[in-house]
């Protein structure tokens, strides 16, 4: 007899950062407890999570991503491709990061995030896109993107967050940055780094903004206007104190729809790598995401 599709699938990167199967296990153990029946799956190779997520049964009513941000950046891909019927998502954060994890404030323990999966409440989780493809947190041009290319996986899975200090110290000293310029809502903006993000917490439970969270609407645009050593040191003190927007060189703003340009500028999406474009970044679906 085919196998039925539990209502709950797993599915983890078996790369991400501080993956652990224990913790898949534990998870699967304290929903059974509660009456929940789930399957577990690994990925093969990226990419397979957007395709999975894409084409699972309708039976199945939520979608565990057991990943970082690029793991559930895939994920929401594929919910966004069903146009509608998706599932609600779920995550057990592994990763070096996960940045929407803290934003939504989810448990890091396999039982507490059972528990929460057999409560079922859900909130909205309001996407953004770029061209045609989402993100979940933010989309970014210039200093930091220039960072998240120079880290590649071995060397994230290595060394964790210490991968992404040493790279952006290397880089913020050799001074190779370059100009980005950014329209945003018909204005033009010349800057170093500009983020637009639909959430508050940016690199970690550190926020970028105060004025939008990842299930409220509303996308920021937060700009740095230049990337000398002295300016990022003085940013990533006030972005670890949360009082980024008192820094001169940031400006935070609200905005309906961006583009980036700029001579040999590299982007980002949810902390990985994205080949530059200058599609439209604007506010995206909303997807329902455990809470
Ligand atoms: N089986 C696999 N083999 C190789 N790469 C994979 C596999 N499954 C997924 N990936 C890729 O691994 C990348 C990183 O995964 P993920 O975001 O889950 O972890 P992370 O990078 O450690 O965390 P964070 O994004 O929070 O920093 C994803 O972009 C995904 O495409």
């Given at each position: ?118 409560a079922g409440r859900t909130t909205p989780l309001y996407l953004g896109t770029v061209g045609e493809r989402p993100f979940s947190l933010m ?153």
């Open positions: 007899m085919p196998h039925e599709a539990a209502p709950i699938l797993v599915v983890a990167n078996p790369v991400a950062g501080n993956f652990n199967y224990r913790h898949l296990m534990r998870l699967a153990e304290r929903l059974d407890r509660l009456g929940l029946k789930s399957d577990i799956w690994l990925t093969r190779y990226p990419g397979e999570l957007a395709d999975i997520a894409a084409e699972l049964s309708p039976s199945v009513r939520t979608l565990v991503v057991g990943g970082g941000d690029g793991s559930i950046n895939e994920a929401i891909t594929g919910i966004i491709r069903r146009g509608g019927d998706g599932p609600a998502l779920s995550i057990l954060p592994f990763g070096t990061a996960n940045v929407l994890a803290h934003e939504l404030g989810l448990p890091f323990s396999p039982e507490k995030l059972a528990e929460r999966i057999a989309v970014s041009a210039g200093f930091d993107a220039d960072i998240v290319h120079a880290v590649d996986a071995p060397f994230k899975r290595r060394w964790g967050k210490i991968a992404y200090g040493w790279r952006g110290l290397t880089l913020a000293l050799a001074g190779t940055g370059r100009d980005v310029t950014v329209t945003a809502d018909g204005e033009t903006i010349r800057c170093r780094i500009a983020v637009v993000t639909t959430a508050r917490f940016y690199g970690g439970p550190l926020a970028i903004t105060r004025h939008t969270r990842a299930t409220k609407p509303g996308l920021r645009l937060v700009t740095l206007a230049d990337d000398r050593p002295a300016t990022l040191l003085r940013a990533a003190t006030a972005l670890a104190l949360g009082r980024l927007d008192r820094l001169a060189t940031v400006q935070d703003r609200a905005v309906t729809e961006v583009r980036f340009s700029g001579e040999g500028i590299r982007m980002q999406i949810d902390g990985d790598r994205l080949e530059t474009t200058d599609a439209p970044v604007r506010a995206g679906p909303i997807i329902e995401v455990i809470a």
